[in-house]
């Protein structure tokens, strides 16, 4: 059956009693226009989305267990009023969301042009369209009815931009600062105290300051990770296509425990700049926990706040070990309360300082026993694994394909790849602050597992990457204590066909891999010529690593 809307007559109460018994096979089809939700009309439900804060969400298109529904926008534009997800797909099959531009009326993170700059404190001009107050000496975002507060339990991120650039400032750092009550004596560099010394101007007071320069606009937010663009929870084929994200409070797509994903021209876009320098407030897509297929084709994502894809799995802590069965913790907190092991996945168990493996076993059944802890029974014996030990779901890690795509001007990396199944970065194009593909695997804050195995990273562009801070267009760093001898985590790592164009960076920088093949690279400077008197690669702990340069 297929559901007909326009932007003229459109009741958004019918539409959602026409989502909620959404039958296989049907389309709710939306004229072009542009449809307004507000957030006291939307659905709301509890979700803990992993890399995201947990709560409540305001949910405008809201799928559940569903199967074989299309939504498709035909080139129309959701404008959303205040905290609202877009898009909650929670289980079923076959969903496909198409040709919507998504945007907000107000965006969720202030901007401001740095127009004096001293050793202790800058003068910042927002941009007119911010609405803020102040609270005694708290700043207050105001977003509609929505508030978001820039105070000592707030932590905010802080990054400066090139004006003319539109991109992360060269060499400038990221800091996540607290605003507090002014201090005579302030010497902590993440502490920040702020005053209104005009209307819409701002004097903010801080430790080494004149990092900011004059003409450097400043974008900062304290609002959480609450909303996303998409977000998919445990669904079996997800197909997002012509979708243009102008600013999303948190990640644009984030799908978390689905198999097969495909986003076509799927977009983080400056669009007509209406906000300000930024597109989404955290990565443009992130990937957890999945398996089939994760494929980007012909993406487009610039200027976000964080990476432009992530995809991994996750580690956790053994705390206890009681014959078949283990305890595992979710160390970070916005990982727990989601069990990302299943019956009939296979774990492994690793040393934590070495993450070299203990053995594998066939899970026979999981359970939530607290928002931290999942416990486990598997089959056959637990050879060797003791508390202290770690496990990832080996099963929980998908086959990643990232075509034609481009990412740039964001902070900080364009690709993290952490996936043990076969992964593809081709024909893409990277500008970004850091590496442009990066396999930053670690296990001792975001704890996000994978490695990789088999990456083939060919026919790529990075242009004047790693601007901000980094080494390498190519980094493959995993993160965990490092033992004398310990096992090669990741390996076969292909880089190959690929231009890079920088200043001084080199083409890799390589820790604890084997079998890296980095073959018929042209390494050029900016303006195209041959970058001679800089070194190419730095490896530490690999084996087998060849470098054969283009001829």
């Not at 993440?190 to 101007?201: D, M, N, R, S």
């Not at 297929?293 to 610039?302: H, S, W």
């Not at 995993?478 to 090669?488: A, D, I, R």
Request: glycine share 6%; with cysteine.
């Amino acid at each position: 059956m297929k559901f007909c809307y326009n932007s003229q007559t459109f009741n958004y109460a019918q539409m959602k009693k026409d989502l909620r018994s959404a039958a296989y096979g049907d389309v709710f089809s939306f004229e072009k226009g542009v449809y307004h939700v507000y957030e006291e009309q939307t659905d709301k439900a509890y979700y803990a989305v992993s890399n995201c804060d947990a709560g409540v969400k305001s949910i405008a298109f809201y799928l559940k267990n569903q199967e074989n529904v299309t939504i498709e926008g035909n080139g129309s534009t959701l404008m959303l009023h205040g905290r609202i997800s877009p898009f909650i797909i929670d289980g079923g099959k076959k969903i496909t969301i198409k040709g919507f531009t998504v945007d907000y009326e107000k965006a969720f993170y202030l901007q401001g042009r740095v127009v004096s700059s001293t050793e202790s404190y800058l003068d910042l001009a927002l941009l007119p369209q911010n609405e803020y107050y102040f609270d005694g000496t708290t700043l207050v975002q105001k977003i509609g009815d929505a508030e978001v507060r820039f105070d000592e339990n707030a932590p905010s991120l802080w990054q400066a931009f090139d004006a003319e650039k539109k991109r992360v400032l060269r060499d400038s750092q990221c800091r996540v600062v607290r605003f507090s009550a002014p201090a005579p004596d302030q010497t902590e560099k993440e502490l920040f105290f702020v005053e209104e010394i005009a209307p819409k101007t701002l004097r903010i007071y801080g430790k080494e300051m004149q990092e900011f320069p004059v003409g450097a606009e400043i974008v900062f937010y304290g609002e959480k990770r609450n909303a996303n663009t998409v977000f998919a929870s445990g669904v079996n084929g997800l197909t997002v296509t012509d979708l243009e994200i102008y600013h999303s409070p948190s990640f644009g797509v984030n799908c978390q425990l689905c198999k097969n994903v495909t986003l076509t021209r799927v977009s983080c876009r400056l669009g007509e700049a209406r906000h300000g320098l930024v597109t989404a407030n955290a990565d443009a897509t992130h990937f957890i926990a999945c398996t089939g297929t994760v494929k980007l084709d012909n993406c487009y994502f610039e200027n976000m706040l964080d990476d432009g894809t992530n995809v991994h799995s996750i580690f956790t802590d053994v705390v206890s070990v009681n014959g078949k069965e283990v305890r595992l913790r979710l160390f970070h907190h916005q990982q727990q309360e989601i069990n990302v092991y299943l019956p009939g996945d296979t774990v492994i168990f690793y040393r934590k300082k070495s993450l070299q493996p203990v053995c594998r076993a066939k899970i026979l059944s999981s359970r939530l026993v607290a928002k931290d802890c999942v416990e486990i029974v598997v089959k056959g014996k637990l050879s060797g694994v003791t508390v202290g030990d770690q496990a990832e779901n080996y099963t929980r890690q998908p086959k990643f394909q990232m075509i034609n795509c481009t990412v740039r001007n964001n902070r900080p990396r364009g690709a993290l790849v952490a996936t043990r199944k076969k992964a593809v970065v081709k024909g893409c194009y990277f500008s970004t602050s850091s590496s442009g593909v990066e396999v930053s695997v670690e296990n001792l804050y975001w704890y996000e597992s994978g490695g990789v195995t088999n990456l083939l990273i060919k026919n790529n562009v990075f242009e004047d990457c790693c601007h901000q801070y980094g080494g390498a267009a190519v980094g493959v760093v995993p993160s965990y204590p490092y033992e004398e001898g310990n096992k090669h985590y990741c390996r076969n790592i292909r880089m190959v066909n690929n231009v890079v164009k920088t200043q001084d960076k080199m083409l890799l920088f390589a820790k604890s891999s084997k079998n890296v093949l980095v073959k018929n690279n042209a390494h050029l400077t900016l303006s195209g010529e041959p970058l001679c008197g800089v070194e190419t690669h730095y490896t530490e702990n690999c084996k087998n690593v060849r470098l054969i340069p283009k001829k």
